[in-house]
């Protein structure tokens, strides 16, 4: 069963910093976009950042500057580096994948669970 396994959420003080993780629990033959969603209370999931194949990314201008978001593909893992963080970064973390299991399989969306992240002093 496919699962994306998140982690390293939790709270911390304005100006801290936290390091999510993500990784795929299968064996992949291609991951194409791998990206983090989050959630804040009583709001709508917005996209924080996306990382491509080519590695190339792509940011919500609210966190440019603070977010860096990676992947290591021989892991199915990707990052995201949260530096600088602001009570207004406070949600519902959220990893998103698209991959495929083999050659001539067809693409594939996964959420992960969630991880809270809590920016407060």
């Known amino acids: 069963q496919v699962q994306l396994a998140e982690s390293g959420g939790g709270l911390v003080q304005p100006g801290g910093s936290l390091r999510l993780s993500c990784t795929v629990s299968?064996?992949?033959?291609?991951?194409?976009?791998m990206a983090w969603y989050r959630q804040p209370p009583g709001k709508g999931r917005e996209l924080v950042a996306s990382?491509?194949?080519?590695?190339?990314?792509n940011y919500v201008d609210s966190v440019k500057g603070r977010f860096t978001i990676s992947r290591d593909n021989a892991k199915n893992t990707v990052y995201l580096q949260m530096n600088s963080l602001k009570p207004e970064d406070t949600a519902v973390y959220y990893c998103n994948c698209k991959f495929r299991i083999a050659e001539l399989s067809p693409w594939m969306t996964y959420w992960g669970q969630g991880t809270q992240v809590t920016v407060s002093s």
């Open positions: 299968v064996s992949i033959f291609s991951i194409d976009v």
């Open positions: 990382i491509a194949s080519d590695h190339r990314t």
